[in-house]
């Protein structure tokens, strides 16, 4: 059985940077394309970024140079590293995994076949 339990989530001004974290257990992150999406309320839930079993890694266009994707191996875990967060951008994040054939990076929503239960951003602007 996989799971993945993120946090790292809470009060964050806008500017400032945050990390966030997402434990898988079960299978090891190396099986998996792995990514990060997040969810305001009332709005489809939106791609952020994503790495492939590889490694190689994948942004949306808004968090490019400020987002970076990672893994860390010996802990099994996946990591967001947010800076100059803004303000709109203080939503429920998730992570997810797929078990991928192609060893690319994943970015659709309905590609995935693992989800956290996601992780509250908030803060004043």
């Known amino acids: 059985q996989v799971q993945l339990v993120e946090s790292g989530g809470g009060l964050v001004q806008t500017g400032e940077s945050l990390r966030l974290s997402c434990a898988v257990s079960?299978?090891?992150?190396?099986?998996?394309?792995m990514g990060w999406f997040r969810q305001a309320p009332g709005k489809e839930r939106e791609f952020v970024a994503a790495?492939?079993?590889?490694?190689?890694?994948a942004y949306a266009d808004s968090v490019k140079a400020r987002f970076t994707i990672f893994r860390d191996v010996s802990k099994n875990a996946l990591y967001l590293e947010m800076n100059s967060l803004k303000a709109e951008e203080k939503d429920v994040y998730y992570c997810?995994?797929?078990?991928?054939?192609?060893?690319?990076?994943?970015?659709?929503?309905?590609?995935?076949?693992?989800w956290g239960q996601g992780t509250q951003i908030n803060g004043s602007s």
């Open positions: 997810a995994a797929a078990l991928t054939l192609n060893g690319r990076e994943v970015m659709r929503v309905k590609e995935y076949d693992y």
């Open positions: 079960g299978r090891s992150v190396t099986l998996f394309a």
């Open positions: 790495i492939s079993p590889r490694e190689s890694t």
